[in-house]
Structure formats: C-alpha cells, structure tokens
C-alpha cells in the first residue's frame, strides 16, 4: 500500500458484499494502519441498486475512514482529458484514476486492465 491510502472501485465493493476475505483482510489491515479510503462516487452508482440488500456495502461506506468522493465541473474536466488522452469513454474508470492520483492512493479493483489503459503508472492491488 502506498502512504496515502486506497481508492476503491465498483470490483472492489462488489467483492466486498460477496465477502470475499482477501478483499475484507486488506481492508481491515488498511484501516488498522490508518490508511484513508476513498470512493468515487460513481463507483457508488455503479453498484448500488437496493440498499436493503447491499448491507455490507452500506456498511463499508459508513466507515469513518471512508470518503465518497464527488465529481464537480473541475474533477469533470480532468476526467474528459483523461479519457481523451486514453482514447476511452469510461468516465467512471477515469475518475477511479483521478481520485486515487489526487490522494496518492492504490487502486484496488478487478479491472486492472481499464485502468491501466488510462494511466500505466497507477498502483493497483488486483482482486
């Protein structure tokens, strides 16, 4: 993990309701240590469909180390220069990327791929 903490993607929320234990150990372990956590908040969107059946992403999200991160007209921006750069559209991905850059963050996802296409240099844990 690097200083600043980890930025979590639609994978990683996703592994997090299935229970999947390498996914809730690392978690665990990074709020142990202090670390922050970030979500984009169209990671949320992507996710979320009932939250009477989503509890325990409902409950990660409440976590006092947990930050939802919102996309204003600036983050936007930097989003679409992102994507232009990449020659991609995925304006959720992009603004994973952002958010994890802007706070030196790990990107844990299941999509390292998408990413990577966007910035090659991002640190990712690959679930």
Known sequence: MTVGGLTLDAGALIAVERRDERVMAL???????????????????QVW????????????????????VDLDEGA?????????????????????????????????TSDAEDLRRIDPHLPIVAI
């Open 27 to 45: 978690l665990r372990k990074a709020v142990e240590n202090g670390f922050q956590l970030a979500v984009p908040a169209g990671v949320v969107a």
């Open 76 to 108: 936007a921006r930097l989003c679409g220069v992102l994507l232009g750069r990449a020659g991609s559209s995925d304006v959720v991905a992009a603004s994973v990327v952002l958010c994890a850059r802007e706070r030196r963050h790990t990107v844990v």
């Open 49 to 68: 469909r009932d939250g009477r059946r989503q509890a325990r992403v409902a409950n990660l999200l409440s976590v006092a180390e947990i930050t939802v």
